[in-house]
């Protein structure tokens, strides 16, 4: 089976997803010890990691032998993934130069995982919260579709483990990685 369309645009008409406050807790916010399942090998504990590190939450990463979840581009801020994360491929060299790493982090299972980073070929990992563990002690938004609650699109900015900006909602999602890159821009002249 193929897909009924391409998972590395975004369609016209999207509906746009609001600021509902469910972020305006997160800034200050020190992470817990979590560790996350990565496609890197073993896990990651984001609480623990020193310096910048860009924490990009994502509902699911499309299968290009799959159609979404019926529904899907009705959902404000559900479709993107994809170009998300090739945003963050094509702007990861970018990132780098400031000092910030970065991570993807969706709810689906490192398996799945591993085929989505080798297939975009993105050059960071990405983190499983399969358990919804992490989105849970840190209130993440979450919704709930085809059976699946899965994290809202919202990137972190962490600073050694403390939460220092959040950007949710994220729309258009292939805008989020040079958004990022603007706001750790401007960071290093102030």
Do not use: N
């Not at 060299?93 to 989505?116: C, K, M, N, P």
């Amino acid at each position: 089976m193929t897909r009924q369309d391409d998972l590395h645009t975004l369609p016209a008409g999207l509906p746009v997803p609001a600021d509902d406050g469910a972020c305006d807790h997160l800034p200050g916010l020190r992470l817990p010890p979590l560790p996350l399942a990565s496609t890197a090998g073993g896990p990651v504990d984001l609480s623990g990691l020193p310096g910048t590190t860009v924490v990009y939450c994502y509902p699911r990463t499309g299968e290009p032998d799959k159609d979404s979840p019926p529904g899907w581009d009705a959902i404000p801020g559900a479709r993107g993934c994809t170009p998300q994360s090739c945003a963050y491929r094509d702007r990861h060299r970018e990132l780098g130069a400031l000092g910030a790493r970065v991570f993807g982090l969706s709810t689906q299972d490192t398996a799945y995982q591993r085929e989505a980073a080798a297939r975009l070929r993105l050059p960071f990992p990405l983190l499983s919260d399969a358990g919804l563990a992490f989105a849970g002690a840190l209130r993440l938004p979450t919704f709930q579709v085809a059976g699946l609650t899965l994290i809202k699109r919202l990137t972190l900015i962490l600073e050694a483990g403390r939460i220092e900006t959040v950007f949710y909602p994220v729309f258009p999602p292939d805008q989020d990685a040079a958004a990022v890159l603007a706001w750790l821009t401007a960071r290093r002249r102030a």
